[in-house]
């Protein structure tokens, strides 16, 4: 069992920045593919970023592309999203996750994660 929590959400302005982490317990994350997602009021869950096992390959929603950052410390246990230039639209509870798989693969739909933490809310104002 694979137990995640997030943490580092909060109220900013846009054009601040946060860092979300995300912590595992119950196994090692560095075989897996990580994941953040996010939801917003009244709309699905949609794919943000995903980082492969050692954190050598990243992919990212366009509308996050250059903005954001995802970075993993396998010794730690523990993925990071570093968000910078934030809008209001970027408001929503932002959730990490764990690929299904074993291996190099990045992926971004949710059928690819089989745990996934709580989430943490980020909430960017005018």
């Known amino acids: 069992q694979v137990q995640l929590v997030e943490s580092g959400g909060g109220w900013v302005q846009a054009g601040g920045s946060l860092r979300l982490s995300c912590v595992a317990s119950?196994?090692?994350?560095?075989?897996?593919?990580m994941g953040w997602f996010r939801q917003a009021p009244g709309k699905e869950r949609e794919f943000v970023a995903s980082?492969?096992?050692?954190?050598?390959?990243?992919s990212y929603q366009d509308s996050v592309n250059g903005r954001f950052t995802i970075v993993r410390d396998n010794a730690k246990n523990a993925v990071y999203l570093e968000m910078n230039s934030l809008k209001p639209e970027d408001t929503a509870v932002y959730y990490c996750?764990?690929?299904?798989?074993?291996?190099?693969?990045?992926?971004?739909?949710?059928?690819?994660?089989?745990?996934w933490g709580q989430g943490t809310q980020v909430t960017v104002s005018s």
């Open positions: 980082i492969n096992w050692n954190g050598a390959r990243t």
């Open positions: 119950g196994r090692t994350l560095n075989e897996f593919s």
């Open positions: 996750a764990k690929s299904r798989l074993y291996g190099n693969m990045l992926y971004r739909e949710i059928e690819d994660y089989d745990y």
